[in-house]
């Protein structure tokens, strides 16, 4: 049973299952959701079970056939995979196009033809317009999956034409199911990670990776000095940033991740400073938070401010040693 490695998002599956029951599935869906909740595994599993040579149920892959391995490999000659270039800030028109023009190709395998869209959010008017025709007038059998972080974002072309399934933050059992699945199973790490994730299971897995946590400690011990220096803060980040590789979703996702964690570490210094009971703190990281919670509420919450718009800037893609090192500026401010 395949769906069983997606954890939660049961809403979307029901959802889903019931349009195939009565014969009405969609042709183009639009997945809502934060990252890393398993949105890309949750299509994964969709574009298998509508390509399985074998079904053993309604909507529900076999896992053992050919089809079925080639999805999840990706080599399947009916099913495909759109991304943004690396190089790239928007979904250019010509992979638009590209992906139009396989979508009308007939099926090699005689079934459906399904094209995942993983980065949905960076349609701009031009390439959004291309998918026009083929919204409104699918190709027999063609199938498209768009995955987005937040409907406001997308263009009303696509919008209006989608089918949208939503999917939320994953509940602490559904993330913990998630964490054991890649073998944690220290007590004490699940219950921190689970604290820590905001009901990501990316973040959390991130989060699992010993180099992070390490990282965490020294976010720690530099915003917690009682002299934080900016420029050794903003150093640590951009190290941290850069030892993801040279990839650049890699290190957007590493500098996204970096920010939330400064988030976290000023959120439990906030409710300290209310004076607000923090369970799940040890004594060095209380002690630490305590001398961030000391500059008070409203000066923590600027520093909030200020993560919130950089983790804006980073999937802007702007320049990131330039958004550490401001960033770094207003956390350092005392
Ligand atoms: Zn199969």
């Known amino acids: 049973m395949t769906?069983?490695?997606?954890?939660?998002?049961?809403?979307?599956?029901?959802?889903?299952?019931a349009a195939h029951r009565r014969g009405r599935l969609g042709h183009a869906y639009l997945f809502v959701g934060p990252d890393g909740v398993g949105k890309r595994r949750f299509a994964t599993e969709f574009a298998?079970?509508?390509?399985?040579?074998?079904?053993?149920?309604?909507?529900?892959?076999?896992?053992?056939?050919?089809?079925?391995?080639?999805?999840?490999?990706?080599?399947?000659?009916?099913?495909?995979?759109?991304?943004?270039?690396?190089?790239k800030l928007e979904l250019p028109v010509d992979t638009a196009r590209e992906l139009v023009a396989n979508l009308?190709?007939?099926?090699?395998?005689?079934?459906?033809?399904?094209?995942?869209?993983?980065?949905?959010?960076?349609?701009?008017?031009?390439?959004?317009?291309?998918?026009?025709?083929?919204?409104?007038?699918?190709?027999?059998?063609?199938?498209?999956?768009?995955?987005?972080?937040?409907?406001?974002?997308?263009?009303?072309?696509?919008l209006s034409r989608c089918q949208v399934v939503r999917f939320h933050p994953l509940g602490p059992a559904d993330l913990k199911l998630v964490l054991l699945d890649n073998g944690v199973t220290d007590p004490?790490?699940?219950?921190?990670?689970?604290?820590?994730?905001?009901?990501?299971?990316?973040?959390a897995l991130a989060l699992?990776?010993?180099?992070?946590?390490?990282?965490?400690?020294?976010?720690?011990?530099?915003?917690?000095?009682?002299r934080p220096d900016p420029v050794g803060l903003a150093a640590k980040v951009i190290e941290f940033v850069e030892s993801a590789g040279k990839d650049s979703p890699a290190q957007r996702a590493r500098a996204s991740l970096a920010i939330h964690l400064l988030t976290d570490l000023l959120r439990t210094?906030?409710?300290?400073?209310?004076?607000?009971?923090?369970?799940?703190?040890?004594?060095?990281?209380?002690?630490k938070l305590q001398a961030v919670a000391a500059v008070g509420p409203d000066a923590i919450a600027v520093m909030l401010e200020a993560c919130t718009e950089a983790d804006g800037y980073v999937e802007r893609r702007v320049q990131l040693a330039i958004l550490i090192e401001q960033l770094a500026d207003r956390v350092c401010r005392r």
């Open 3 to 17: 769906w069983d490695r997606v954890r939660g998002h049961d809403p979307a599956r029901q959802q889903l299952l």
């Open 48 to 87: 298998k079970a509508l390509l399985c040579e074998n079904p053993p149920a309604d909507l529900t892959a076999c896992d053992r056939c050919p089809a079925c391995a080639q999805v999840a490999a990706e080599t399947h000659p009916d099913f495909s995979v759109v991304r943004t270039p690396d190089d």
């Open 104 to 158: 009308a190709l007939r099926p090699v395998r005689g079934g459906r033809k399904v094209t995942l869209v993983i980065d949905a959010d960076d349609f701009n008017e031009e390439s959004a317009n291309c998918l026009l025709k083929t919204l409104e007038e699918p190709p027999a059998g063609a199938v498209l999956i768009l995955l987005a972080t937040s409907a406001e974002r997308q263009l009303a072309t696509i």
């Open 188 to 203: 004490a790490t699940l219950d921190r990670l689970v604290r820590l994730s905001g009901g990501s299971a990316g973040r």
């Open 208 to 226: 699992a990776d010993d180099a992070v946590w390490q990282f965490r400690q020294t976010l720690l011990t530099a915003v917690g000095s009682t």
């Open 269 to 287: 210094a906030v409710r300290l400073s209310l004076g607000s009971e923090v369970p799940g703190l040890d004594a060095a990281e209380r002690g």
